[in-house]
């Protein structure tokens, strides 16, 4: 059997509670070297064989469950975040469903949220936007055209942008041709949840000179949009003391005010 396992954005104690009972469990772990925390291995049992997939193709990777499960051992494919992002499990799964060997996926807390955290933000504010944009620039993965940040940026969402910390002159380019002002608010988080996290607030024009002042070159999350400045929002209906919900009655008086 194989649990393909989130490992959170970085700190040991933001995996999941099934996520490390699975690691406990593991004969086999093979996980992403670059951004997966080592100091969650420290919990796996003594004969536990650990990989780093950093330095190993799909084949190899691949080769290593085989050898497992002819072995009847469990691996945890221990990815950084949560899997379904940016994780490269789909060709991982496709592998093990046409070698007939289990497997299933345990979700993990995504450096999306991490960097909200750190942040203090809330991505959908009424009244500014109810979306959030999961993307990146286009890089060695070529992103669709209609995808392009500059197709994006006309939304006026929250954008959360991935894997594209070097390329940070060029992101500014194309918000500011999407329609976002030079002077709009923006934010870049390193190492959300990671001892060594850090946090900057900019401007959508000085990304790449924030960036470099901060020394930041990568693993890093870019937050931009209308809500990345947390003011002028409207408060939430939920939570309104004249709105009723399936919870709670709404009071009024009779001219309609509290
Ligand atoms: N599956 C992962 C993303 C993997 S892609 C997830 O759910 O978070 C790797 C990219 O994610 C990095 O280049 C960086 O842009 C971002 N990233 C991963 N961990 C991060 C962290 N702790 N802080 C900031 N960005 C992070």
Request: proline share 5%; glycine share 10%.
């Amino acid at each position: 059997m194989v649990y393909i396992v989130g490992a959170g954005p970085g700190a040991e104690d933001l995996i999941t509670v099934r996520g490390a009972r699975l690691l406990k469990e593991a004969d086999v772990v093979i996980y992403a070297g670059s951004l997966v925390n080592p100091g969650l291995l420290k919990e796996t049992k003594s004969g536990c064989r650990i990989y780093n997939s950093a330095v190993m193709t799909l084949e190899e990777v691949v080769e290593t469950v085989k050898n497992a499960e002819k072995n009847g051992l469990m691996t945890v494919r221990l990815h950084t975040g949560d899997p379904c992002l940016y994780g490269a499990v789909r060709e991982q799964m496709d592998a093990f469903e046409s070698l007939g060997i289990p497997y299933e996926v345990c979700p993990g807390v995504s450096s999306f949220c991490g960097a909200a955290a750190a942040l203090k933000m809330e991505y959908t504010l009424p009244g500014i936007t109810q979306s959030t944009v999961i993307t990146r620039m286009a890089g060695k993965t070529p992103v669709p055209e209609r995808e392009s940040i500059r197709a994006w940026a006309a939304h006026r969402s929250t954008m959360v942008i991935f894997l594209s910390a070097g390329l940070l002159g060029e992101l500014s380019r194309e918000l500011i041709a999407g329609g976002y002002e030079k002077t709009d608010p923006a934010a870049i988080v390193y190492k959300a949840t990671w001892p060594e996290e850090k946090v900057v607030r900019c401007t959508v024009e000085e990304l790449e000179e924030a960036a470099a002042s901060a020394g930041i070159k990568k693993t890093a999350l870019i937050i931009v949009g209308p809500a990345a400045a947390q003011t002028g929002y409207d408060r939430s209906l939920l939570y309104h003391p004249n709105f009723s919900t399936e919870y709670r009655k709404g009071r009024m008086d009779e001219k309609g005010e509290l």
